[in-house]
């Protein structure tokens, strides 16, 4: 199975409408983020997630809202979609413990978002 | 912010070619991973490589962090090393914010 998981993995919504992404991870890890990609482009940090309190914006939080549920599942919300929010977004987890501070991070698969 | 260039934009290769993809970071960092989107768009963990050389079968990637680059090698590559490269660095803020150079897109030809 694999360690980190998001659902669905492909999603096509309308203009105004709320939508969640759903990420999930077997890594023990505390750390997980929430990354976009856009077509041609490297992936942007939404927001990201030391342990279960704490939440922090990342470069492009406008627009999004997220939840930290528990250690192993970290939600991206889109309050009221809109086209230019179209993307593949990532989830990722990452341990501190295992290398001091400078730790991997590890990808989930992605969702396809098209918003309409 | 640090930025993040890599080179070239685009590659095509013939099958068996040896390649050299560079990333250029404007800042110390405190991480930095080399990872390989596939034509599906699943990203895969190459390197973690801040400084030092490693090597995993026909990959190797090198990065000089006092000159502020890293480099990966590919060497006699094959279809399926077709794909989007991404080099992604850390800054020493401490909130492992990882930033995302925009990628060097290999086509390797058969």
């Known amino acids: 199975d694999a360690d980190v998981t998001q659902t669905p993995r492909n999603r096509i919504t309308k203009t105004g409408k709320r939508i969640m992404l759903e990420c999930s991870q077997t890594?023990?890890?505390?750390?997980m983020y929430w990354y976009r990609q856009d077509p041609g482009l490297g992936l942007r940090l939404i927001y990201y997630?030391?342990?279960?309190?704490?939440?922090n914006k990342g470069e492009i939080s406008d627009g999004y809202s997220v939840s930290r549920q528990a250690q192993a599942k970290f939600s991206l919300s889109l309050e009221s979609a809109i086209p230019n929010q179209t993307a593949l977004y990532f989830c990722?987890?990452?341990?501190?413990?295992?290398?001091?501070?400078?730790?991997?991070?590890?990808f989930g698969p992605g969702t396809r978002l098209l918003v309409l | 912010g640090i930025q993040v260039e890599q080179s070239p934009p685009d590659l095509i290769l013939q099958e068996g070619a040896n390649s050299t993809l560079r990333c250029n970071f404007s800042?110390?960092?405190?991480?930095l991973q080399w990872f390989h989107q596939n034509p599906w768009g699943q990203l895969i963990n190459l390197f973690y490589i801040p400084s030092g050389t490693k090597q995993n079968g026909r990959l190797s990637a090198t990065t000089v962090a006092t000159e502020r680059y890293s480099l990966l090698y590919i060497s006699s590559s094959q279809t399926t090393d077709s794909g989007v490269y991404f080099c992604a660095v850390v800054p020493p803020s401490g909130n492992n914010d990882m930033r995302f150079g925009a990628g060097t897109r290999l086509t390797v030809k058969p």
């Open positions: 800042d110390s960092v405190n991480n």
């Open positions: 997630s030391f342990d279960v309190k704490d939440i």
């Open positions: 890594k023990g890890h505390d750390r």
């Open positions: 990722a987890t990452s341990d501190p413990w295992t290398a001091g501070i400078q730790e991997t991070q590890y």
